[in-house]
Protein backbone atom coordinates (compact mmCIF):
# COMPACT_ATOMS: atom_id res chain seq x y z
CA UNK A 1 0.00 0.00 0.00
CA UNK A 2 2.89 2.25 0.73
CA UNK A 3 4.66 1.54 -2.53
CA UNK A 4 1.31 1.72 -4.06
CA UNK A 5 0.93 5.68 -2.59
CA UNK A 6 4.67 6.16 -3.81
CA UNK A 7 4.36 4.96 -7.27
CA UNK A 8 0.92 7.40 -7.71
CA UNK A 9 3.31 10.14 -6.28
CA UNK A 10 5.81 9.92 -8.49
CA UNK A 11 3.47 9.25 -11.25
CA UNK A 12 1.53 12.49 -10.12
CA UNK A 13 4.82 14.70 -9.78
CA UNK A 14 5.70 13.75 -13.66
CA UNK A 15 2.72 14.35 -14.90
CA UNK A 16 2.44 17.80 -14.03
CA UNK A 17 5.53 18.47 -15.12
CA UNK A 18 8.50 17.74 -17.46
CA UNK A 19 10.15 15.06 -16.80
CA UNK A 20 13.19 13.86 -18.97
CA UNK A 21 15.49 10.72 -19.24
CA UNK A 22 18.93 10.79 -19.35
CA UNK A 23 21.46 7.95 -20.42
CA UNK A 24 24.96 8.48 -20.97
CA UNK A 25 27.13 5.85 -22.15
CA UNK A 26 28.57 5.86 -18.80
CA UNK A 27 25.51 4.78 -17.21
CA UNK A 28 23.54 3.57 -19.39
CA UNK A 29 24.43 0.25 -18.64
CA UNK A 30 23.95 0.16 -14.91
CA UNK A 31 20.95 2.57 -14.81
CA UNK A 32 17.56 1.84 -16.12
CA UNK A 33 17.20 5.81 -16.70
CA UNK A 34 17.79 8.64 -14.35
CA UNK A 35 14.80 11.26 -14.44
CA UNK A 36 14.76 14.49 -13.24
CA UNK A 37 11.72 16.77 -12.97
CA UNK A 38 11.33 20.56 -12.65
CA UNK A 39 8.54 20.68 -9.52
CA UNK A 40 8.95 24.26 -9.55
CA UNK A 41 10.40 27.24 -11.86
CA UNK A 42 14.22 26.68 -11.87
CA UNK A 43 13.62 23.55 -9.23
CA UNK A 44 14.46 19.87 -10.36
CA UNK A 45 14.46 17.04 -8.77
CA UNK A 46 15.33 13.07 -8.88
CA UNK A 47 13.36 11.36 -6.71
CA UNK A 48 15.17 8.34 -5.02
CA UNK A 49 14.36 4.70 -4.72
CA UNK A 50 13.09 3.33 -1.23
CA UNK A 51 15.72 0.60 -1.42
CA UNK A 52 18.23 -1.19 1.16
CA UNK A 53 21.64 0.25 1.79
CA UNK A 54 22.68 -3.20 0.15
CA UNK A 55 20.40 -4.08 -2.43
CA UNK A 56 21.34 -3.44 -6.35
CA UNK A 57 20.53 0.63 -7.37
CA UNK A 58 21.54 1.01 -3.80
CA UNK A 59 23.74 4.44 -4.69
CA UNK A 60 20.33 5.86 -6.03
CA UNK A 61 18.38 5.96 -2.67
CA UNK A 62 18.01 9.80 -1.92
CA UNK A 63 16.72 12.90 -3.38
CA UNK A 64 18.98 14.89 -4.89
CA UNK A 65 18.49 18.10 -7.54
CA UNK A 66 19.79 21.52 -8.67
CA UNK A 67 18.37 24.93 -8.72
CA UNK A 68 18.68 26.95 -11.99
CA UNK A 69 19.94 30.91 -11.19
CA UNK A 70 20.24 33.95 -13.75
CA UNK A 71 23.83 33.66 -13.44
CA UNK A 72 24.61 29.75 -12.52
CA UNK A 73 23.70 26.90 -11.03
CA UNK A 74 23.24 24.99 -7.39
CA UNK A 75 23.75 21.24 -6.91
CA UNK A 76 21.52 19.93 -3.67
CA UNK A 77 23.10 16.80 -3.07
CA UNK A 78 25.22 14.33 -5.54
CA UNK A 79 23.76 11.03 -4.95
CA UNK A 80 25.19 7.63 -3.69
CA UNK A 81 27.95 6.86 -6.95
CA UNK A 82 30.15 8.58 -9.07
CA UNK A 83 27.23 7.39 -12.40
CA UNK A 84 24.40 8.93 -10.21
CA UNK A 85 26.84 11.96 -10.12
CA UNK A 86 27.41 11.92 -13.55
CA UNK A 87 23.85 11.06 -14.41
CA UNK A 88 23.05 14.42 -12.61
CA UNK A 89 25.65 16.38 -13.86
CA UNK A 90 24.38 15.62 -17.79
CA UNK A 91 21.22 16.08 -16.45
CA UNK A 92 22.15 19.82 -15.52
CA UNK A 93 23.39 20.35 -19.00
CA UNK A 94 20.43 19.38 -20.55
CA UNK A 95 18.44 22.01 -18.68
CA UNK A 96 20.65 24.89 -18.64
CA UNK A 97 24.14 26.29 -20.16
CA UNK A 98 24.92 28.09 -16.72
CA UNK A 99 27.82 26.58 -14.59
CA UNK A 100 27.65 25.21 -11.49
CA UNK A 101 28.94 27.51 -9.03
CA UNK A 102 27.81 25.40 -5.97
CA UNK A 103 27.76 21.79 -4.51
CA UNK A 104 25.64 21.67 -1.17
CA UNK A 105 25.61 18.73 0.53
CA UNK A 106 22.63 18.91 2.99
CA UNK A 107 24.60 16.42 5.47
CA UNK A 108 27.59 13.00 4.90
CA UNK A 109 25.57 9.99 4.55
CA UNK A 110 26.99 7.90 1.37
CA UNK A 111 24.07 8.19 -0.57
CA UNK A 112 24.32 12.18 -0.52
CA UNK A 113 27.77 12.82 -1.05
CA UNK A 114 29.41 10.27 -3.33
CA UNK A 115 28.82 11.87 -6.59
CA UNK A 116 30.76 14.61 -5.25
CA UNK A 117 33.99 14.09 -7.14
CA UNK A 118 31.95 14.44 -10.71
CA UNK A 119 31.39 18.20 -9.88
CA UNK A 120 35.18 18.90 -8.63
CA UNK A 121 36.01 21.44 -12.18
CA UNK A 122 38.22 23.81 -10.16
CA UNK A 123 35.07 26.77 -10.67
CA UNK A 124 32.46 24.64 -8.32
CA UNK A 125 32.67 25.76 -4.60
CA UNK A 126 31.18 23.14 -2.00
CA UNK A 127 29.21 24.01 0.82
CA UNK A 128 28.07 21.94 3.87
CA UNK A 129 27.24 22.37 7.92
CA UNK A 130 30.69 23.40 9.78
CA UNK A 131 30.50 19.78 11.47
CA UNK A 132 30.44 18.23 8.05
CA UNK A 133 34.06 18.05 7.25
CA UNK A 134 34.55 15.88 10.31
CA UNK A 135 31.89 13.85 9.97
CA UNK A 136 33.51 13.10 6.35
CA UNK A 137 36.67 12.57 7.79
CA UNK A 138 35.46 10.13 9.96
CA UNK A 139 33.19 8.07 7.38
CA UNK A 140 36.39 8.49 4.27
CA UNK A 141 37.97 5.30 5.25
CA UNK A 142 34.03 3.18 5.87
CA UNK A 143 32.80 4.69 2.46
CA UNK A 144 36.10 3.72 0.51
CA UNK A 145 35.69 0.09 2.12
CA UNK A 146 32.01 -0.47 2.19
CA UNK A 147 30.83 1.38 -0.46
CA UNK A 148 34.50 1.49 -2.56
CA UNK A 149 32.36 0.23 -5.68
CA UNK A 150 30.48 3.47 -5.90
CA UNK A 151 33.38 5.24 -6.57
CA UNK A 152 35.62 5.41 -9.50
CA UNK A 153 38.54 2.36 -9.47
CA UNK A 154 40.29 2.27 -7.67
CA UNK A 155 38.89 3.99 -4.89
CA UNK A 156 41.00 7.04 -3.45
CA UNK A 157 39.97 9.06 -0.18
CA UNK A 158 40.57 12.24 -2.70
CA UNK A 159 37.06 11.29 -4.53
CA UNK A 160 35.64 11.92 -0.87
CA UNK A 161 35.19 15.92 -1.65
CA UNK A 162 34.20 18.02 1.41
CA UNK A 163 33.03 21.35 1.87
CA UNK A 164 35.30 24.40 1.23
CA UNK A 165 32.44 26.86 2.10
CA UNK A 166 31.17 26.03 5.79
CA UNK A 167 27.70 27.13 6.89
CA UNK A 168 28.21 27.49 10.98
CA UNK A 169 24.44 29.05 11.45
CA UNK A 170 23.13 30.68 8.31
CA UNK A 171 24.07 31.62 4.78
CA UNK A 172 23.09 33.62 1.68
CA UNK A 173 24.15 32.11 -1.60
CA UNK A 174 23.17 33.83 -5.18
CA UNK A 175 22.44 31.57 -8.15
CA UNK A 176 22.33 35.70 -9.99
CA UNK A 177 18.59 37.22 -8.91
CA UNK A 178 18.10 33.59 -6.91
CA UNK A 179 18.97 34.06 -3.16
CA UNK A 180 19.52 30.86 -1.61
CA UNK A 181 18.87 30.33 2.37
CA UNK A 182 21.08 28.02 3.89
CA UNK A 183 20.63 26.79 7.47
CA UNK A 184 23.14 24.50 9.47
CA UNK A 185 21.10 22.88 12.55
CA UNK A 186 21.95 21.59 15.76
CA UNK A 187 22.52 17.89 16.01
CA UNK A 188 19.21 16.22 14.68
CA UNK A 189 19.92 13.27 12.08
CA UNK A 190 23.42 13.83 11.84
CA UNK A 191 25.64 16.22 13.17
CA UNK A 192 25.37 18.05 10.45
CA UNK A 193 21.84 18.47 9.10
CA UNK A 194 21.61 21.46 6.65
CA UNK A 195 18.41 23.21 4.77
CA UNK A 196 18.24 24.79 1.79
CA UNK A 197 15.51 27.13 1.06
CA UNK A 198 14.47 28.55 -2.32
CA UNK A 199 13.45 31.84 -1.75
CA UNK A 200 11.95 32.84 -5.16
CA UNK A 201 9.86 29.47 -5.21
CA UNK A 202 9.79 28.67 -1.49
CA UNK A 203 10.59 25.72 -1.97
CA UNK A 204 12.47 23.59 0.94
CA UNK A 205 14.99 21.21 1.03
CA UNK A 206 15.17 19.26 4.03
CA UNK A 207 17.84 16.90 3.60
CA UNK A 208 17.19 13.84 5.76
CA UNK A 209 15.62 15.95 8.31
CA UNK A 210 12.68 14.48 6.90
CA UNK A 211 11.66 11.22 5.62
CA UNK A 212 8.75 10.24 4.25
CA UNK A 213 7.79 6.83 3.76
CA UNK A 214 11.31 5.29 4.25
CA UNK A 215 12.19 4.64 7.67
CA UNK A 216 13.59 7.60 9.37
CA UNK A 217 17.28 6.59 10.24
CA UNK A 218 18.70 8.04 13.23
CA UNK A 219 22.63 8.66 13.50
CA UNK A 220 22.42 11.78 15.63
CA UNK A 221 20.28 12.18 18.24
CA UNK A 222 16.22 11.56 18.91
CA UNK A 223 15.30 14.20 20.95
CA UNK A 224 17.55 16.88 18.70
CA UNK A 225 15.67 15.49 15.79
CA UNK A 226 12.12 16.09 17.62
CA UNK A 227 13.15 19.71 18.76
CA UNK A 228 14.15 20.49 15.26
CA UNK A 229 11.32 18.60 13.37
CA UNK A 230 9.07 21.53 15.60
CA UNK A 231 10.84 24.26 14.38
CA UNK A 232 10.53 23.35 10.99
CA UNK A 233 6.94 22.54 10.97
CA UNK A 234 6.47 26.16 11.65
CA UNK A 235 8.07 27.46 8.76
CA UNK A 236 6.29 28.92 6.23
CA UNK A 237 7.02 27.33 2.35
CA UNK A 238 5.21 26.50 -0.72
CA UNK A 239 6.85 23.16 -0.73
CA UNK A 240 9.28 20.30 1.00
CA UNK A 241 11.84 18.47 -1.28
CA UNK A 242 12.41 15.35 1.69
CA UNK A 243 15.32 13.58 1.48
CA UNK A 244 13.81 10.54 1.00
CA UNK A 245 10.18 10.24 -0.33
CA UNK A 246 7.98 12.64 -2.30
CA UNK A 247 7.74 15.87 -2.61
CA UNK A 248 4.69 17.56 -0.34
CA UNK A 249 3.41 21.14 -0.38
CA UNK A 250 2.44 20.40 3.24
CA UNK A 251 5.60 20.59 5.66
CA UNK A 252 3.98 20.49 8.46
CA UNK A 253 1.65 17.91 7.54
CA UNK A 254 4.71 15.25 6.09
CA UNK A 255 6.36 15.92 9.63
CA UNK A 256 4.18 14.25 11.22
CA UNK A 257 4.49 10.63 10.62
CA UNK A 258 8.20 11.08 11.04
CA UNK A 259 7.63 12.99 14.58
CA UNK A 260 5.02 10.06 15.53
CA UNK A 261 7.76 7.73 14.87
CA UNK A 262 10.69 9.31 16.67
CA UNK A 263 8.61 10.33 19.91
CA UNK A 264 7.63 6.68 19.84
CA UNK A 265 11.03 5.34 19.53
CA UNK A 266 12.34 7.76 22.13
CA UNK A 267 9.48 6.97 24.65
CA UNK A 268 9.47 3.52 24.34
CA UNK A 269 13.25 2.42 24.69
CA UNK A 270 13.17 4.82 27.46
CA UNK A 271 10.56 2.51 29.17
CA UNK A 272 12.38 -0.81 28.06
CA UNK A 273 15.87 0.51 29.59
CA UNK A 274 13.88 1.84 32.62
CA UNK A 275 12.01 -1.35 33.33
CA UNK A 276 15.73 -2.94 32.69
CA UNK A 277 14.39 -5.08 29.76
CA UNK A 278 17.52 -5.87 27.52
CA UNK A 279 18.77 -4.21 23.88
CA UNK A 280 16.78 -7.36 21.89
CA UNK A 281 13.41 -6.62 23.96
CA UNK A 282 13.71 -3.02 23.11
CA UNK A 283 14.58 -4.00 19.57
CA UNK A 284 11.17 -5.87 19.27
CA UNK A 285 8.79 -3.98 21.26
CA UNK A 286 10.19 0.02 20.81
CA UNK A 287 7.67 1.79 18.17
CA UNK A 288 6.14 -1.29 16.98
CA UNK A 289 2.80 -0.22 16.47
CA UNK A 290 4.72 2.23 13.53
CA UNK A 291 5.56 -0.42 11.67
CA UNK A 292 3.00 -1.40 9.56
CA UNK A 293 3.28 2.81 8.43
CA UNK A 294 7.11 2.72 6.99
CA UNK A 295 8.94 0.99 4.59
CA UNK A 296 12.61 -0.67 4.92
CA UNK A 297 11.80 -1.21 9.09
CA UNK A 298 13.78 -4.58 9.65
CA UNK A 299 16.84 -2.94 7.67
CA UNK A 300 16.86 0.59 9.74
CA UNK A 301 14.47 0.31 13.14
CA UNK A 302 17.14 -1.85 15.26
CA UNK A 303 19.86 0.29 14.31
CA UNK A 304 17.59 2.66 15.32
CA UNK A 305 16.60 1.36 19.08
CA UNK A 306 20.07 0.31 19.50
CA UNK A 307 21.53 3.60 18.81
CA UNK A 308 18.91 5.06 21.18
CA UNK A 309 19.08 2.58 24.10
CA UNK A 310 22.73 3.51 24.13
CA UNK A 311 22.75 6.74 24.38
CA UNK A 312 19.78 7.06 26.90
CA UNK A 313 22.00 4.10 28.88
CA UNK A 314 24.13 7.27 30.07
CA UNK A 315 21.58 10.25 30.21
CA UNK B 1 44.65 -13.05 12.14
CA UNK B 2 43.78 -9.44 11.55
CA UNK B 3 46.14 -7.11 10.37
CA UNK B 4 45.58 -3.84 10.34
CA UNK B 5 45.71 -2.70 6.52
CA UNK B 6 42.97 -5.62 5.91
CA UNK B 7 40.00 -3.37 4.31
CA UNK B 8 36.96 -5.46 5.61
CA UNK B 9 38.52 -3.92 9.31
CA UNK B 10 38.03 -0.61 8.45
CA UNK B 11 36.19 2.21 9.92
CA UNK B 12 32.90 2.04 9.98
CA UNK B 13 31.85 5.38 12.26
CA UNK B 14 28.74 5.62 13.75
CA UNK B 15 28.61 9.33 11.74
CA UNK B 16 28.34 7.86 8.77
CA UNK B 17 25.47 5.29 7.86
CA UNK B 18 22.24 5.23 6.68
CA UNK B 19 21.27 1.93 7.39
CA UNK B 20 24.84 0.12 8.56
CA UNK B 21 22.83 -2.77 9.26
CA UNK B 22 22.41 -3.95 5.40
CA UNK B 23 25.82 -2.81 4.15
CA UNK B 24 28.13 -5.61 5.40
CA UNK B 25 26.92 -7.75 2.48
CA UNK B 26 27.90 -5.49 -0.14
CA UNK B 27 31.42 -7.23 0.32
CA UNK B 28 29.81 -11.08 1.16
CA UNK B 29 30.26 -13.49 -1.52
CA UNK B 30 30.26 -16.88 -0.19
CA UNK B 31 27.00 -18.66 1.73
CA UNK B 32 29.46 -19.50 5.35
CA UNK B 33 31.64 -17.10 7.13
CA UNK B 34 35.29 -17.99 6.73
CA UNK B 35 35.59 -21.52 9.01
CA UNK B 36 39.49 -21.56 9.48
CA UNK B 37 40.03 -19.21 12.45
CA UNK B 38 37.77 -22.27 14.84
CA UNK B 39 39.94 -25.15 13.64
CA UNK B 40 42.87 -22.65 14.80
CA UNK B 41 41.04 -21.56 18.21
CA UNK B 42 39.56 -25.26 19.44
CA UNK B 43 43.01 -27.02 19.82
CA UNK B 44 44.25 -23.64 21.66
CA UNK B 45 41.74 -23.29 24.09
CA UNK B 46 40.35 -27.28 24.71
CA UNK B 47 42.83 -29.32 23.42
CA UNK B 48 41.24 -32.51 22.23
CA UNK B 49 38.65 -32.82 24.40
CA UNK B 50 35.14 -33.43 23.08
CA UNK B 51 32.71 -30.75 22.61
CA UNK B 52 29.34 -31.80 22.04
CA UNK B 53 26.27 -29.38 20.56
CA UNK B 54 24.35 -28.65 23.32
CA UNK B 55 20.57 -28.78 22.86
CA UNK B 56 18.37 -25.98 22.88
CA UNK B 57 16.55 -26.62 26.41
CA UNK B 58 20.00 -26.38 27.87
CA UNK B 59 22.30 -23.71 26.22
CA UNK B 60 20.29 -21.23 23.94
CA UNK B 61 23.10 -18.42 21.89
CA UNK B 62 20.53 -15.61 20.57
CA UNK B 63 22.52 -13.35 18.28
CA UNK B 64 20.92 -11.40 15.33
CA UNK B 65 21.70 -12.89 12.24
CA UNK B 66 22.48 -9.61 10.76
CA UNK B 67 24.21 -6.86 13.74
CA UNK B 68 21.75 -3.61 13.69
CA UNK B 69 25.47 -1.98 14.80
CA UNK B 70 28.84 -3.89 14.55
CA UNK B 71 29.88 -1.93 17.27
CA UNK B 72 27.52 -2.89 19.72
CA UNK B 73 26.22 -6.48 18.56
CA UNK B 74 23.52 -7.88 21.55
CA UNK B 75 24.23 -11.64 22.58
CA UNK B 76 22.35 -13.32 24.89
CA UNK B 77 23.44 -17.15 26.42
CA UNK B 78 20.16 -18.40 28.11
CA UNK B 79 20.71 -21.31 30.17
CA UNK B 80 17.66 -24.42 30.74
CA UNK B 81 16.62 -25.14 34.06
CA UNK B 82 18.82 -28.26 34.18
CA UNK B 83 21.82 -26.27 33.23
CA UNK B 84 21.26 -23.75 35.82
CA UNK B 85 23.92 -24.38 38.97
CA UNK B 86 25.87 -26.84 36.91
CA UNK B 87 28.25 -24.83 34.80
CA UNK B 88 31.45 -24.05 35.98
CA UNK B 89 32.36 -21.82 32.87
CA UNK B 90 31.40 -20.38 29.84
CA UNK B 91 32.83 -18.90 26.92
CA UNK B 92 31.75 -16.81 24.18
CA UNK B 93 34.28 -16.46 21.20
CA UNK B 94 34.06 -14.49 17.62
CA UNK B 95 35.80 -16.55 15.24
CA UNK B 96 36.81 -14.00 13.01
CA UNK B 97 37.13 -11.10 15.53
CA UNK B 98 40.95 -9.82 15.88
CA UNK B 99 40.97 -11.19 19.80
CA UNK B 100 38.60 -14.26 19.35
CA UNK B 101 37.91 -14.57 22.78
CA UNK B 102 35.29 -12.13 23.39
CA UNK B 103 34.82 -12.94 27.25
CA UNK B 104 35.32 -15.94 29.78
CA UNK B 105 32.78 -16.31 32.38
CA UNK B 106 33.69 -18.22 35.68
CA UNK B 107 30.59 -19.09 37.57
CA UNK B 108 30.89 -19.32 41.65
CA UNK B 109 30.42 -23.31 42.61
CA UNK B 110 26.20 -23.24 42.35
CA UNK B 111 25.98 -19.82 41.10
CA UNK B 112 22.26 -19.51 39.97
CA UNK B 113 23.17 -17.70 36.69
CA UNK B 114 20.34 -18.35 34.12
CA UNK B 115 21.34 -16.11 31.60
CA UNK B 116 23.86 -13.43 30.84
CA UNK B 117 23.81 -10.57 28.35
CA UNK B 118 26.08 -8.66 26.99
CA UNK B 119 26.88 -6.09 23.45
CA UNK B 120 30.09 -7.05 21.42
CA UNK B 121 32.05 -5.92 18.78
CA UNK B 122 32.09 -7.93 15.87
CA UNK B 123 34.67 -7.32 12.74
CA UNK B 124 33.31 -9.15 9.69
CA UNK B 125 31.28 -12.32 9.02
CA UNK B 126 31.96 -14.94 11.65
CA UNK B 127 30.66 -17.80 13.88
CA UNK B 128 29.64 -16.50 17.21
CA UNK B 129 29.55 -19.72 19.54
CA UNK B 130 29.30 -20.09 22.90
CA UNK B 131 31.19 -23.31 25.08
CA UNK B 132 30.13 -24.60 28.51
CA UNK B 133 31.82 -26.53 30.72
CA UNK B 134 30.05 -28.09 32.84
CA UNK B 135 30.49 -29.02 36.46
CA UNK B 136 31.00 -32.65 35.78
CA UNK B 137 33.29 -31.61 32.95
CA UNK B 138 31.59 -32.16 29.83
CA UNK B 139 31.74 -29.57 26.85
CA UNK B 140 28.74 -28.20 24.99
CA UNK B 141 28.45 -25.77 22.43
CA UNK B 142 26.07 -23.42 20.72
CA UNK B 143 26.56 -21.70 17.75
CA UNK B 144 25.32 -18.97 15.18
CA UNK B 145 26.44 -17.09 12.35
CA UNK B 146 26.70 -12.86 12.45
CA UNK B 147 26.69 -10.68 9.50
CA UNK B 148 28.90 -7.30 10.18
CA UNK B 149 31.75 -5.56 8.97
CA UNK B 150 33.81 -3.21 10.94
CA UNK B 151 32.46 -3.45 14.86
CA UNK B 152 36.03 -3.61 16.11
CA UNK B 153 37.30 -0.24 14.32
CA UNK B 154 34.17 1.47 14.51
CA UNK B 155 34.88 4.95 15.72
CA UNK B 156 34.55 5.95 19.33
CA UNK B 157 31.13 7.39 19.87
CA UNK B 158 31.77 9.30 23.28
CA UNK B 159 28.25 10.40 23.73
CA UNK B 160 26.40 10.73 26.87
CA UNK B 161 27.37 11.70 30.20
CA UNK B 162 29.48 10.31 32.95
CA UNK B 163 32.92 9.75 33.23
CA UNK B 164 35.35 6.74 32.93
CA UNK B 165 34.60 3.69 35.41
CA UNK B 166 30.72 5.42 36.61
CA UNK B 167 28.78 1.98 36.81
CA UNK B 168 25.02 2.13 36.56
CA UNK B 169 22.59 -0.44 37.52
CA UNK B 170 19.00 -1.26 36.02
CA UNK B 171 17.01 -4.15 37.32
CA UNK B 172 13.90 -5.63 36.49
CA UNK B 173 10.83 -5.29 38.68
CA UNK B 174 11.29 -9.38 40.11
CA UNK B 175 14.84 -8.52 40.74
CA UNK B 176 15.91 -11.64 39.28
CA UNK B 177 18.05 -9.27 36.35
CA UNK B 178 20.34 -6.73 36.85
CA UNK B 179 22.11 -4.67 33.66
CA UNK B 180 25.34 -3.49 34.69
CA UNK B 181 26.42 -0.63 32.38
CA UNK B 182 30.47 0.64 33.03
CA UNK B 183 31.42 3.73 31.56
CA UNK B 184 34.86 2.92 29.78
CA UNK B 185 35.62 3.66 26.23
CA UNK B 186 36.93 -0.20 26.01
CA UNK B 187 39.24 1.02 22.38
CA UNK B 188 40.02 -1.93 20.75
CA UNK B 189 43.50 -0.96 19.88
CA UNK B 190 42.21 -1.06 15.97
CA UNK B 191 40.40 2.19 16.10
CA UNK B 192 41.89 5.77 13.99
CA UNK B 193 41.65 9.09 15.39
CA UNK B 194 39.50 10.55 12.68
CA UNK B 195 41.16 13.85 13.45
CA UNK B 196 44.82 13.10 13.84
CA UNK B 197 44.89 9.82 11.64
CA UNK B 198 46.45 8.06 14.51
CA UNK B 199 45.75 4.62 15.89
CA UNK B 200 44.19 4.92 19.18
CA UNK B 201 45.65 2.81 22.09
CA UNK B 202 43.87 -0.29 23.43
CA UNK B 203 42.15 0.70 26.64
CA UNK B 204 39.71 -1.78 27.65
CA UNK B 205 37.65 -3.46 30.69
CA UNK B 206 39.60 -6.47 31.29
CA UNK B 207 38.13 -8.24 34.52
CA UNK B 208 34.27 -7.81 35.72
CA UNK B 209 33.78 -9.76 39.58
CA UNK B 210 29.98 -10.42 40.68
CA UNK B 211 29.25 -10.66 43.96
CA UNK B 212 25.75 -11.06 45.85
CA UNK B 213 25.29 -11.08 49.25
CA UNK B 214 29.17 -11.11 50.26
CA UNK B 215 29.23 -14.29 47.89
CA UNK B 216 31.33 -15.10 44.54
CA UNK B 217 28.85 -14.92 41.92
CA UNK B 218 30.30 -14.42 38.21
CA UNK B 219 34.45 -13.73 37.27
CA UNK B 220 34.41 -12.24 33.87
CA UNK B 221 37.34 -12.02 31.88
CA UNK B 222 36.68 -9.29 28.97
CA UNK B 223 38.27 -7.83 26.70
CA UNK B 224 38.74 -5.56 23.53
CA UNK B 225 35.52 -7.51 21.72
CA UNK B 226 33.20 -5.84 23.98
CA UNK B 227 31.55 -2.90 22.80
CA UNK B 228 32.30 1.26 24.07
CA UNK B 229 30.66 1.44 27.69
CA UNK B 230 30.39 -2.41 28.25
CA UNK B 231 27.35 -3.90 29.75
CA UNK B 232 26.80 -6.96 31.32
CA UNK B 233 23.39 -8.57 32.56
CA UNK B 234 23.07 -11.13 34.47
CA UNK B 235 19.61 -12.87 34.98
CA UNK B 236 18.92 -15.59 38.13
CA UNK B 237 16.06 -17.74 38.66
CA UNK B 238 15.20 -16.22 41.93
CA UNK B 239 15.47 -12.60 43.12
CA UNK B 240 19.52 -11.75 43.03
CA UNK B 241 20.64 -11.37 47.22
CA UNK B 242 20.85 -7.78 47.79
CA UNK B 243 23.63 -6.20 47.43
CA UNK B 244 25.50 -7.01 44.22
CA UNK B 245 28.61 -5.35 43.85
CA UNK B 246 30.48 -5.94 40.88
CA UNK B 247 34.53 -4.75 40.60
CA UNK B 248 35.72 -3.86 37.71
CA UNK B 249 40.03 -3.64 36.61
CA UNK B 250 40.86 -2.52 33.06
CA UNK B 251 43.49 -2.86 31.11
CA UNK B 252 45.41 0.19 32.90
CA UNK B 253 44.82 -1.54 36.00
CA UNK B 254 42.22 1.10 37.30
CA UNK B 255 39.56 -0.44 39.60
CA UNK B 256 35.67 0.37 39.57
CA UNK B 257 33.45 -0.62 42.17
CA UNK B 258 30.12 -0.25 42.86
CA UNK B 259 27.15 -1.94 44.29
CA UNK B 260 23.32 -2.54 43.95
CA UNK B 261 21.58 -2.12 46.76
CA UNK B 262 18.02 -2.93 45.51
CA UNK B 263 15.46 -1.16 42.96
CA UNK B 264 16.02 1.77 44.68
CA UNK B 265 19.40 2.91 43.52
CA UNK B 266 18.07 1.13 39.98
CA UNK B 267 19.42 3.65 37.26
CA UNK B 268 21.74 6.09 39.72
CA UNK B 269 25.12 6.84 37.94
CA UNK B 270 27.66 6.01 40.41
CA UNK B 271 30.31 7.95 39.95
CA UNK B 272 34.20 6.02 41.01
CA UNK B 273 35.63 9.52 40.95
CA UNK B 274 34.35 10.28 43.94
CA UNK B 275 36.61 7.34 45.86
CA UNK B 276 39.58 8.31 44.69
CA UNK B 277 40.54 4.72 42.62
CA UNK B 278 41.11 6.18 39.27
Known sequence: ???????????????????????????????????????????????????????????????????????????????????????????????????????????????????????????????????????????????????????????????????DRIVADTLELDLGDRPLHLRAWPIAHTDCD??????????????????????????????????????LARLEVQRVVPGHGPLSTDLAAALQPEQRYLRALLSDVRSELDGGESLQQAIQHAADSERPHWLLWDSTHPRNVTRVYQQLEWQ | MFARHNLRSAAAPLASLLALATVNSLAADTTAPAPEAWGYLRPQFYGDRAIDIADQSTIVLEAPATT????????????????????????????????????????????????????????????????????????????????????????????????????????TPDGKTLQVAIRHPNNSGFQIDPVSGNPIPPHYVSHIRFSSNGQPLLDVEAGISLSENPTIRITSDAALPEPVSVDVTDSKDAHFNASWRGPATAGEIISNAAIGNR
Open chain 1, 194 to 231: LTVLDERTGTLWTGDLLFRERLPAVDGDVAGWLQVDNE
Open chain 2, 68 to 171: PDPAATPLTIRLGAEAIGHIKQLRVFIDNNPSPLASTFDFAPGARVAEIGMRVRIDRWTSVRTIAETTDGRLEMRSSWVNAAGGCSAAPTGGGNGALGDIRFRN
Open chain 1, 1 to 163: MIAARLACAIIGLAAGTRAISIATADTAAALPKFTVSQVAAGVFVHLGQPLALDAPGHDDIANIGFIVGNRCVAVIDTGGSVRIGRALRAAVAVHTRQPICYVINTHVHVDHVLGNVVFKDGRARFVGHSALPAALARSRLYFMTQFGGDLDQPPSADQVVPP
